[in-house]
């Protein structure tokens, strides 16, 4: 990911997915946050079930309008309540669609494949999905 431009965008971006966290914790996550599980159109018959928390950046970027960021996340066994922030990601609103597909494919192979380099090098597994064929 390209440094951002604005000097405080990515502390609006992380405070944002903290409040979500909090919020998750309180009352559980908001469809509108969350979309997962993600990767199911890799190609792929098992991967790690890979989610993502959505949050909206900072509005009217000159020439890029305005920046939605990801946090994929997958589940471990390394306790029962072990989570992987396994990458941070944004798209910008303007891109073509043929560019966020593109992206957002690229970025969720990203996820699943730091996951499970994760797990292999912890020793441990991670919650899996199968896909259909």
């Not at 029962?80 to 597909?101: F, G, N, Q, V």
């Not at 494949?113 to 991670?126: N, S």
Request: proline residues 4%; glycine residues 6%; charged residues 30%.
């Amino acid at each position: 990911m390209d440094r951002l431009n604005h000097p405080h965008e990515d502390e609006v971006a992380i405070t944002h997915l903290d409040v979500l966290v909090e919020r998750a914790e309180r009352n559980g996550i908001s469809a509108r946050d969350l979309t997962a599980p993600e990767g199911l159109k890799l190609g792929r018959h098992t991967l790690p079930w890979v989610g993502a928390l959505k949050s909206s950046g900072i509005r009217n970027r000159p020439g890029e309008g305005s920046r939605a960021y990801r946090l994929y996340f997958a589940e471990t066994t390394l306790s029962h309540r072990s989570l992987l922030a396994a990458k941070l990601s944004w798209k910008c609103t303007s891109w073509a669609d043929d560019k966020t597909k593109k992206h957002q494919t690229h970025e969720v192979k990203d996820a699943v494949g730091i996951t499970e380099r994760y797990c292999r090098e912890q020793g441990c597994d991670c919650r899996r999905i199968v896909t259909s064929p």
